[in-house]
């Protein structure tokens, strides 16, 4: 079965820091997505990024990157230079796309709440 | 273009009621989800629809149910009102097909409270 881990239940750092989400999966399945969402105080889920099983290649989308390592199982995310707000929480999630497909629907982490302090 | 849209915003029924949540997809998205968030048990995946059928549920009992309409929208309901069934509940679009592993885009969501 499917599962995503997000070990950091919350993390607060100053302004301007740098600062890196880690996200652990388990799958059986060969082909599979790899995505982020953040979520703010408004409640809505907003996507960040999809990377696919067969794309290693790490991601840098402004101050945002994603390092996504299959060897260890792991899409990790880091936020450079973060500001006020890039406060919120941030959810890992993972779709099998041989079992099923969208089956079991996205499996999210259970997030990690990031605090910006100023 | 216009996101998914979810009402209302909030609810607020009582134990044993029925609860209706409505949904309205991105244009051009086929397939419609609907996600669970209550506190302490994170997101957890409730139903899919695409192209009018119901595609798979997630861990639910059956008084957890829905629809999708010919303009791809959709309805969940819940029957039988528990108070544990008080959450923020989720709808998401995405392009579909039968893989369902398209990007799924999310709405505001629903708060519904069970008194």
């Known amino acids: 079965a499917q599962k995503v881990t997000q070990a950091q239940t919350e993390i607060s750092v100053v302004e301007k820091e740098d600062v890196t989400l880690d996200c652990v999966y388990e799958?059986?399945?060969?082909?599979?997505?790899l995505f982020w969402y953040k979520q703010p105080p408004s409640g809505e889920l907003v996507f960040l990024i999809r990377?696919?099983?067969?794309?290693?290649q790490n991601e840098i989308s402004g101050r945002y990157s994603w390092n996504f390592q299959k060897s260890t199982s792991s899409f990790n995310f880091t936020i450079t230079a973060s500001q006020v707000v890039d406060s919120a929480v941030y959810f890992c999630?993972?779709?099998?796309?041989?079992?099923?497909?969208?089956?079991?629907?996205?499996?999210f982490g259970k997030g990690t709440h990031l605090i910006i302090q100023p | 273009e216009a996101g998914v849209t979810q009402s209302p915003t909030h609810l607020i029924k009582t134990r044993g009621q029925q609860a209706t949540l409505r949904c309205s997809p991105i244009?051009?998205?086929?397939?419609v989800y609907w996600y669970q968030q209550a506190l302490g048990l994170g997101l957890q995946f409730l139903l899919w629809y695409d192209e009018g059928e119901e595609r798979n549920r997630g861990n639910f009992p059956p008084r957890f149910s829905g629809r999708q309409f010919p303009n791809y929208s959709s309805e969940l309901n819940v029957n039988a009102l528990e108070l544990e069934d008080s959450a923020l509940y989720l709808c998401a679009s995405s392009l579909g097909g039968v893989t369902g592993t398209d990007t799924q885009y999310f709405g505001p969501g629903t708060r519904l409270t069970v008194l």
């Open positions: 244009s051009g998205h086929t397939s």
């Open positions: 990377r696919n099983s067969f794309d290693e």
């Open positions: 999630a993972l779709s099998e796309a041989l079992s099923g497909g969208g089956a079991d629907g996205l499996t």
């Open positions: 799958t059986r399945d060969t082909t599979y997505y």
